[in-house]
């Protein structure tokens, strides 16, 4: 029988199209995520590097067109190349402080997957690894010192581990063996596998930081010869790719992120995926074609290795059609909700974070709409103003638009509904609030009724109210957006979705209308304490729910502030994972996923994990 991998190969070699693989995205063929697989490595065999030395960007393809077969000749001398490079330009600071662990992890990958390739010359091999070895041991890993982001250390301390474990003659920067290496890197890493499968990742949602994790996890996952950290780092790649199966539709990961960088990274769909999505594309596939899948991250994925995700989580991923509402954790003081309808999910974060200095604001997502559309920037989220560096505001310098929050404005979600308040001191820097409305196609219409601006989005509707003196700003002709603003300071505003079908028929004209006349007249807004010290906001939904939030300042515990239907939210009872088919308690030991007839249930006391018929 042909294996997974030569199926893959033999797609790439051109017995299937790139158009027909990417056609076959329905996780229902049997081969579907194959042909995905083979897909991606098309195009990383592809990809010509901006910079072919550049270790992080150009060992993805031509990791491929060594596998594959292709052009391998300039495979082999740009891989040198990079190698030499790398260690070449590599001036650490200080022991544990070289400045890239991204080039530390690309080449030792490079080096599990191809170095017994046929394609890979004896002498070119020897001169290969000895710079990987060289540029490892410019790295300290007695202890971790410097910049602490989970994609640093994961990269770092899984790439030493690996390297320690295929050369014994190691002597790093700290003066350690490859017995010390091991020993240091194994206890940081099984440290970081405890703390993800228990509360979350500290990068979850990321659109390119999640993905690069996911990818260091894999490397141990697939190849590292210590058995109890192999199998550890499989159980916790299952976790991760888990959270993503559940903010997964139909091609769109859909969820706050603790990391944002920048308004393109928020706009991710399948014309644009970053590489968390398209790590989720390559398993859990999408309703049409893709285009930019962050190759020199995702690529990793596509290659052979060991490691599956369980199918049950496929299917997790993929069953969308009754709504449904997500609630997940990270640590203590953070709470994620995702309502997923068959169209369109609406997500967002509750964070009881102490200091409007905290670096959590410097690049968090906090809400995020997204449905799916033929169209790009097929996304919505309320925007306001904040700080480059919130810990640091003597910079004076305002982070760049759509990059991070604001530390003075919270919400409120309840299945389709999502609002929101702001209280911005008078001597706080940043305050104008700033909302985009896409205008690639992906809203189809747009009017405004009674101070709401209503959008039929093609396969769902959406309504935004923003109080205070709103105005339209200039259009933005980068991000491709009008902007609604305002500059008040103490603030609120107001996000109703709905599917399409209570409205549907007559067109989009008509469909519109009938929202817009439903929104201004079967809701209800109670906005006369939104000027005060502590705004508060209150709306009934077109579902009929009551959302009443008030703004909580920092520093004073979380106290009903939140209420719906005049019960107060609890924050405190929000699971780890929690939905029809998984659940797991904030720092619960078991997990269990059950669909249709499968159970599949996990133990991180034991670090088991079986099947349950």
Not at 130 to 142: E, M, Q, S
Not at 581 to 601: C, F, N, R
């Amino acid at each position: 029988m042909m294996s997974r991998w030569q199926f893959i190969l033999l797609l790439v070699g051109g017995a299937c199209t790139a158009a027909l693989v990417v056609g076959m995205a329905g996780a229902d063929h049997p081969r579907a995520a194959d042909s995905r697989a083979a897909d991606l490595v098309g195009r990383c065999v592809a990809i010509e590097p901006k910079r072919p030395a550049f270790a992080k960007e150009a060992m993805v393809p031509y990791v491929a067109r060594l596998l594959a077969g292709k052009d391998v000749e300039r495979a082999v001398s740009g891989w040198l190349a990079a190698a030499e490079e790398a260690n070449r330009t590599a001036t650490p600071k200080a022991p544990s402080a070289i400045p890239d662990p991204f080039n530390k992890h690309a080449l030792v990958h490079a080096w599990m997957l191809c170095r017994e390739s046929p394609h890979l010359p004896a002498d070119t091999a020897e001169r290969i690894a000895t710079a990987i070895k060289d540029y490892v041991c410019r790295y300290g890993h007695r202890e971790w010192r410097g910049y602490g982001a989970l994609n640093f250390r994961l990269l770092s301390d899984g790439a030493a581990l690996i390297a320690a474990e295929q050369w014994p003659d190691l002597v790093d920067a700290d003066g350690l063996d490859s017995a010390g290496i091991r020993a240091a890197t194994r206890e940081r890493l099984l440290g970081s596998f405890d703390e993800i499968v228990h509360r979350n990742n500290a990068e979850y949602g990321a659109p390119t930081y999640l993905g690069v994790n996911l990818a260091a996890m894999k490397l141990l996952a697939d190849f590292a010869q210590d058995e109890t950290l192999r199998h550890r780092a499989t159980l916790t790649l299952d976790t991760m790719l888990l959270h993503m199966a559940c903010a997964w539709n139909q091609g769109y990961h859909v969820t706050p992120a603790s990391r944002a960088k920048y308004f393109a990274s928020s706009m991710t769909g399948p014309d644009a995926m970053d590489c968390t999505a398209a790590i989720g594309w390559l398993f859990f596939g999408a309703e049409r074609p893709v285009a930019g899948l962050c190759e020199h991250h995702s690529g990793w994925f596509a290659f052979p290795g060991p490691y599956e995700p369980p199918t049950i989580l496929t299917r997790i991923a993929t069953d969308r059609d009754e709504p449904f509402t997500h609630r997940a954790s990270r640590t203590r003081n953070l709470r994620i909700t995702i309502h997923h309808e068959l169209a369109y999910s609406l997500a967002s974060e509750w964070e009881l974070v102490k200091s409007p200095r905290d670096y959590h604001y410097k690049e968090s997502r906090r809400q995020m709409l997204k449905w799916v559309s033929p169209h790009p920037q097929s996304s919505f989220m309320p925007l306001q103003e904040n700080a480059y560096r919130p810990y640091d505001l003597a910079e004076n310098r305002a982070n760049a638009f759509g990059y991070g929050e604001n530390p003075f404005s919270q919400s409120l979600q309840h299945g389709r509904t999502l609002v929101g308040v702001t209280a911005v001191p008078d001597d706080y820097p940043y305050w104008r609030i700033e909302v985009p409305f896409s205008t690639t196609g992906s809203i189809v219409k747009r009017i405004e009724r009674d101070g709401w601006v209503c959008c039929h989005a093609g396969s769902m509707l959406f309504a935004f109210r923003l109080f205070g003196a709103a105005r339209w700003a200039d259009h933005r002709s980068q991000e491709r957006c009008d902007v609604l603003t305002s500059d008040a300071r103490r603030n609120g505003w107001i996000l109703e979705t709905s599917p399409l079908a209570p409205f549907a028929g007559g067109g989009n004209d008509t469909e519109l209308d009938r929202f817009a006349t439903a929104i201004v007249a079967r809701t209800v807004i109670d906005t006369s304490r939104l000027a005060t010290e502590r705004p508060r906001l209150a709306f009934t939904s077109l579902s009929g729910h009551m959302l009443d939030i008030t703004y909580r300042p920092h520093g004073t515990p979380y106290a009903a502030q939140h209420t719906v239907d005049g019960a107060v939210v609890d924050y405190d009872s929000f699971p780890l994972l929690g939905n029809p088919w998984v659940q797991q308690a904030l720092d619960g030991d078991e997990l269990v996923i059950e669909h249709g007839k499968e159970t599949l249930q996990y133990d991180f006391r034991t670090w088991t994990r079986h099947a349950v018929h």
